[in-house]
């Protein structure tokens, strides 16, 4: 973890290496200037009174991540955070200075989340088959935040982009608006997204999801947490062009979802075939369930031959993808 490490000042960092005794289990350093640092775990947080960070500390990790040129990551920073080595994401609050009606900046910055990014393979090992059917079928993912949807996604994108078991790959465009499936630093990604994936970081997924379908011709475009009507509209235009979609959505459940009147066009459709609903309990990154087009439990049994899919017996769910 020295790509973390290197952002804070030496001191704080031998402190919170004596702090943290197991980084395969923590989430998030969350850093307040004049408070103590916190350490959050999947199912705990702990404060660290020892380790309270000072403004000149803010300052430091502010230089660390923009390596000494703030104006370099004015974009960055107005969309509230810096992708740094290793797919690490930290977030940043403070003052925001606006420009009608715009956020134009963000100074006077005393508030840092570092989110540590960790890729779990082959956790969408055993459901890739729910979502194949002559091709892969559109398919929506549903959860709250934090429930292991980008994770499932990330490794789903890298089966199919490389051809999974007896699945033969497919060309991958991924709308990373968040820079958190991929992880770009300097466009490249620091997650294995497999070998025929191509990547539109930071991009607006509405605008980003055109210039894909026109620029790299996807066979299967995928985006994460869809929401607005620009982004609906996209998603029926990528329809329309022959594009498969998957994509992830927030809410606890599909009745839920089916409510928003920004999603409502996808239903009419039935645009999806499948969905997978995510939960938090017993422990975060539970699939609880896989659905098919009219929200019902999807039956599934391996035919006899390649690919074949049918409906019957019932999926086994409740399986935790978090392998932390």
Known sequence: MEEIMRIFPPVMADKLHSEIHNWNQIEEIRVRVLRPIELVFPTYS???KNIIPTPEDAHFILNQLSQHSIYRFEDELRQGYITIEGGHRVGISGKVNTEKGYVKAIRHLAFFNVRIARQVKHISDPYLPLLFQNGFLNTLLIG?????KTTFLRDAIRNISNGFHNYPPYKVGVIDERSEIAACKHGIPQHDVGL????????PKAEGMMMMIRSMSPDILVVDEIGSDRDVSALMEALHAGVTVICSVHGATI???????SLRPLFEQKAFKRFI?????????????VLDEDGQPHKYRKGSNEHEVDRSPSVAVSYNIRGI
């Open 255 to 261: 009745e839920e979802i089916k409510n928003r009147p």
């Open 46 to 48: 702990r404060m660290v």
């Open 144 to 148: 709250p935040p934090k429930c292991g």
């Open 277 to 289: 609903t995510f939960g938090n309990k017993p422990k975060p990154g539970t699939i609880l369930s």
């Open 196 to 203: 025929r994936t191509d990547v539109m970081d930071a991009c």
